[in-house]
Antibody, heavy 123, light 106 residues
């Protein structure tokens, strides 16, 4: 059973870089043709896709965040990470990592998800 | 960008009721649509993909239909565990989510 777990600082200062890591257990991120994504949800609001990585392939970002986002992977640790720079209060949200099964149209549904981690941007 | 609009935003219903949630896309997404259930403080859980394919283990009282720009999620007989917020998500052109429909106890 695949499980994802987010980790990282819960508090980030404005203008600094938000860094989160998703640790995957129960499956190798290098195998299976999956896409590994980050998604966020401000309190009381909807869900926003941030970006995804495909091990050995491309990384894609939401155009609205592309200038500030980097997603990378460490296959030796079976992890992938999110870096969001120049953060402001509007980046305060619960951040989720999730798996897209790949194939088909190139984008798919997300399953499973990590439990999520709250990141607050405040001085 | 493809915009996804759900209606209603809030739905009040009782145990045993049949309820339907609608999701409309700003342009055709064929059948590339998923539905999720989210409870407070928890991650969304996949219910359905490709508009009408139920994820294994999801109760059969959940069903989905539609194609193109209009989709529905129907719960045939509400159970206490079903009161939650539901989101649609298109994956025809990257990924966008609806704003959510909160299903409340009447």
């Amino acid at each position: 059973q695949v499980q994802l777990q987010e980790s990282g600082p819960g508090l980030v200062k404005p203008s600094e870089t938000l860094s989160l890591t998703c640790t995957v257990s129960g499956a190798s991120i290098s195998i299976g043709g999956y896409y590994w994504s980050w998604i966020r949800q401000p309190a009381g609001k909807g869900l926003e896709w941030i970006g995804r990585t495909y091990i050995g392939g491309s990384t894609n970002y939401n155009p609205s965040l592309e200038s500030r986002v980097t997603i990378s992977a460490d296959t030796s640790k079976n992890q992938f990470s999110l870096y969001l720079n120049s953060v402001t209060a509007t980046d305060t949200a619960v951040y989720y990592c999730a798996r897209d099964p790949g194939g088909g149209s190139g984008a798919n549904w997300f399953d499973p998800w990590g439990q999520g981690t709250l990141v607050t941007v405040s001085s | 960008d493809i915009q996804m609009t759900q209606s209603p935003s809030t739905l009040s219903a009782s145990v045993g009721d049949r309820v339907t949630i609608t999701c409309r896309a700003s342009q055709s997404v064929n059948r590339w649509l998923a539905w999720y259930q989210q409870k407070p403080g928890k991650a969304p859980k996949l219910l359905m993909y490709n508009a009408s394919t139920l994820k294994s283990g999801v109760p059969s009282r959940f069903s989905g239909s539609g194609s193109g720009t209009e989709f529905t999620l129907t719960i045939s007989s509400l159970q206490p565990d079903d009161f939650a917020t539901y989101y649609c998500q298109q994956y025809h052109n990257w990924y966008t989510f609806g704003q959510g429909t909160k299903l409340e106890i009447k």
